[in-house]
């Protein structure tokens, strides 16, 4: 009897783990080549996929949305999102000596995937989701097939060039120094730029999460605490970046059978399964401002996080990922306050959690 209780402990065991998703951690990096323009009056960047502007004027500067663009893969959608009326000209005021972030891409890498069809934002306009979606579950598929067939390795990645990445982003930006009314007689002084970026690296690896800080609100002046998440990879740093200006979006990733999710790291439960906001290429622009689920999805990722907290720690590559990881859990553990007996425990049994949640099956 006792061999027949310990027969279906471990066969509901097996089956626990056989139906776990596998999560891993995916970077996505965009090219640094041509996503920067600056003259006299103005600098533009692209983030990732949201476009900074500063005003390095005395005066106010004026963008033309009306005329102005983001080109996904060559498709074009105008900056002009509020104005229906397109006989006349939409003027985005930019302050003196000012950043403006213009507009914010949903990032279309986001949602659900399925060998079989998915269904994550049907009813798009945008004609470049299918291929591009489909370029990311192939590549997807080629790193989780080279981790799951070495189970040491921590991570791989895939390098695309511009005429090989499966997205590429350009934005055509209209503006001048005073703002066009209807019977005004002064000429204006248009000026134009185009900057560009692509998916350039994709590293999918292993990792852990050092949770942001619980912090209790208080009426005290001076709170102290750590505010953001920090995701730890083990992976090695691809080139050398502003972490102010990161061209690296950060994401966790779920695989099981036949499909996977990939979402931002951060997510609610909600967002992970689809639950909050339309998401797709459909909503490339954000026009739901009054939803605040909808304005957290449309973010790419950390604009709006201090400048002072770095949310991306590379570990490096290593061929024994579950030692490498319990190590520097457990160093992080002693110099958060954690005596080092039990650090190393509770970094042991964590380290143990993270092989079954990231093993991936071959």
Not at 235 to 245: I, S
Request: charged share 30%; with cysteine.
């Amino acid at each position: 009897m006792k061999k027949i209780k310990i027969m279906f402990v471990l066969m509901a065991t097996m089956i626990a783990i056989s139906i776990q998703a596998q999560t891993q951690a995916l970077l996505v990096t965009y090219s640094q080549t041509d996503n920067v323009y600056e003259d006299e009056n103005i600098k533009a960047e692209l983030v990732r996929l949201s476009l900074k502007i500063t005003n390095k004027t005395n005066k106010p500067l004026f963008v033309d949305r009306s005329s102005s663009f983001y080109y996904v893969n060559d498709d074009a959608i105008c900056l002009d999102e509020k104005n229906d009326d397109t006989s006349h000209a939409y003027y985005q005021p930019l302050a003196p000596k000012s950043d403006t972030w213009i507009s914010t891409l949903i990032n279309p890498i986001r949602g659900k995937y399925d060998a079989g069809g998915s269904s994550f934002g049907k009813g798009s306009k945008a004609n470049y989701q299918s291929d591009l979606r489909l370029q990311v579950m192939d590549y997807m598929e080629t790193m989780r097939y080279e981790l799951a067939n070495n189970q040491k390795k921590s991570c791989t990645s895939i390098h695309l060039t511009g005429d090989e990445s499966f997205m590429k982003v350009k934005v055509y930006i209209k503006y001048d120094l005073e703002k066009y009314r209807s019977g005004d007689e002064k000429e204006r002084e248009d000026h134009t730029f185009t900057i560009s970026t692509w998916v350039s690296d994709m590293i999918l690896s292993k990792y852990y999460i050092q949770e942001q800080d619980n912090i209790k609100r208080t009426n005290a002046v001076n709170m102290q605490g750590r505010m953001t998440d920090i995701m730890h990879v083990f992976a090695d740093r691809p080139f050398e970046y502003d972490e102010d200006r990161s061209p690296i979006d950060i994401y966790e990733t779920t695989f099981e059978k036949g499909k996977f999710n990939i979402y931002r790291l951060g997510a609610s439960n909600e967002e992970k399964e689809g639950r909050s906001g339309k998401g797709g290429i459909g909503g490339l622009l954000s026009k739901n401002k009054d939803k605040k689920a909808d304005d957290e999805e449309m973010k790419s990722n950390f604009e709006e996080r201090s400048k002072a907290r770095q949310v991306l720690i590379w570990e490096g590559e290593t061929n024994n990922w579950v030692q490498a990881l319990q190590d520097s859990y457990e160093k992080y553990l002693i110099e958060d306050g954690m005596k080092p007996k039990k650090a190393l425990d509770e970094a042991k049994d964590f380290a143990k959690k993270q092989k079954d949640k990231q093993t991936l099956k071959p």
